[in-house]
């Protein structure tokens, strides 16, 4: 089966760095995917990391350690509209398994 | 483009009843997933289609839910005696399939709610 551990909330104030940090456990392991979800909308898709290092796409980065069964979200420049729920999903094969999320709450 | 669409987008049904949820994946992608999320929770993952088959179907709660896939695009996920547990958001997505399952295209779901 597969475990996610991700924190369930973060508040950070605009323009500042926040990290979302995901340890996992599965009995078969593709890559880290990550989502973004504002509230009452759909999921939709941010990074994907297959390989360890860091992938870079704009403002969001996002990092994977294989080894240490790791990865983390990073969000910079936090604007008012990064205001939503971050989710961390193994790909094991075709499949996703969804962590529980982060609430991400960004403050003026 | 076309995304994915679903509908209805929100459903009440009375305990007991059966209701049908329909998917139209986005043209070309022959992957499909079902999941459910309730309330500040994450995605549960119900079924999965590669073209009409459903390899997997491990995820579904119980032998009161059903889903079929036909012509390899839409999907209708068909819930029997509807339970007040079943009361929830009811996501669909769809990918290319093979490498591109990494990355899933959401409809906007339908909210299903039993009273």
């Known amino acids: 089966g597969q475990s996610l551990e991700q924190p369930s909330e973060v508040t950070a104030v605009e323009g500042a760095i926040v990290q979302i940090n995901c340890t996992y456990q599965t009995s078969g392991f593709y890559g880290l995917s990550w989502y973004q979800q504002h509230d009452g909308g759909a999921p939709t898709f941010l990074s994907y990391n297959a390989l360890d290092g860091l992938e870079e796409t704009g403002r969001f980065s996002s990092f994977l350690s294989r080894s240490d069964s790791y990865g983390y979200l990073l969000l910079q420049e936090l604007q008012m509209k990064d205001s939503a729920s971050y989710f961390c999903?193994?790909?094991?094969?075709?499949?996703?398994?969804f962590g529980a999320g982060t609430t991400v709450t960004v403050r003026a | 483009g076309a995304g994915v669409s679903q509908s209805p987008s929100n459903k009440v049904t009375e305990k007991g009843k059966d209701v049908e949820l329909r998917c139209d994946p986005i043209s070309g992608h022959t992957a499909l997933y079902w999941y459910r999320q309730s309330l500040g929770q994450g995605l549960e993952f119900l079924i999965y289609f590669q073209g009409n088959s459903a390899p997997d179907k491990s995820g579904l709660p119980s032998d009161r839910f059903s889903a079929e896939r036909t012509g390899g695009s839409v999907s209708t996920l068909t819930i029997q005696r509807t339970q007040q547990e079943d009361s929830a958001v009811y996501l669909c997505?769809?990918?290319?399939?093979?490498?591109?399952?990494?990355?899933?295209?959401f409809g906007p779901g339908t909210r299903l709610t039993v009273t």
């Open positions: 997505a769809s990918s290319t399939g093979l490498a591109g399952n990494h990355e899933q295209y």
């Open positions: 999903a193994v790909l094991n094969d075709y499949k996703l398994s």
